[in-house]
């Protein structure tokens, strides 16, 4: 028989690894404001994020706009599926495109 140790050990483990999918499938999206240089130009986008957190979000957005020649400006906010729709039109062709 088990000892009461290893049963609680293996419940939590258990546990943890059930919903390990589902926080990782949390979806998130970043609304942000980017400028490209020479001439002058600006755009406003959402992109799919990897995490909800603001800062990481700033950083992860930064990166990819860098590296299509953009340069963020700010990020306006971070935000799950339920905000998409109402950000779509407004994004255009910036919309999900990094």
């Known amino acids: 028989m088990w000892p009461m140790k290893q049963i609680l050990a293996s419940l939590v483990l258990t546990t943890l690894i059930t919903l390990s999918p589902a926080v990782a499938a949390a979806q998130c999206y970043a609304e942000y404001k980017a400028k490209r240089d020479s001439p002058l130009r600006l755009h406003y986008g959402v992109m ?51």
Request: net charge positive; with cysteine; glycine share 14%.
């Open 48 to 98: 799919e994020v990897s995490s909800c957190s603001p800062g990481e979000a700033k950083g992860e957005v930064a990166g990819r706009l860098k590296s299509a020649g953009w340069t963020l400006l700010n990020v306006i906010s971070v935000f799950g599926p339920e905000g998409l729709e109402k950000r779509k039109a407004n994004a255009g062709k910036y919309y999900l495109r990094f």
